[in-house]
């Protein structure tokens, strides 16, 4: 499996980015598909995810704000991310998790992803 993401860009606070993971090499409607990212000097952190069932998690920082959704017709899973902060910016990985866990909990475990994509950076402008 190979994943693409795409979509990362510098934006004024407040503002909206949707980024993109494109998989090729597999079905991302079969996998948990996760969204991580990773500041500087920072560890890789859980930000959201989508189980291959289409249930979706959020981190705390970020609920309400950010979407992950899927388009099976283009094997592409999204994030959509409004109302940005500065403590977005980071580098934003795409992941996925095949076969899917099945412990709820583990979709938000770096571990529990075996393929993931290049990364693709937020900056978030105050």
């Known amino acids: 499996v190979q994943l693409q993401a795409s979509g990362g860009g510098l934006v004024q606070a407040g503002g909206s980015l949707r980024l993109s993971c494109a998989a090729s090499?597999?079905?991302?409607?079969?996998?948990?598909m996760g969204w991580f990212r990773q500041a500087p000097g920072k560890e890789r952190d859980f930000v959201a995810s989508m189980r291959w069932t289409g249930s979706t998690h959020y981190a705390d920082s970020v609920k309400g704000r950010f979407t992950v959704s899927r388009d099976n017709a283009k094997n592409t899973v999204y994030l959509e991310m409004n109302m940005l902060k500065p403590e977005d910016t980071a580098v934003y990985y795409c992941a996925a998790d095949t076969p899917p866990v099945a412990v709820l909990s583990a979709v938000r475990q770096l571990s529990s992803y075996n393929y993931w994509g290049q990364g693709t950076e937020v900056t978030v402008s105050s």
């Open positions: 090499g597999g079905t991302v409607s079969r996998y948990n």
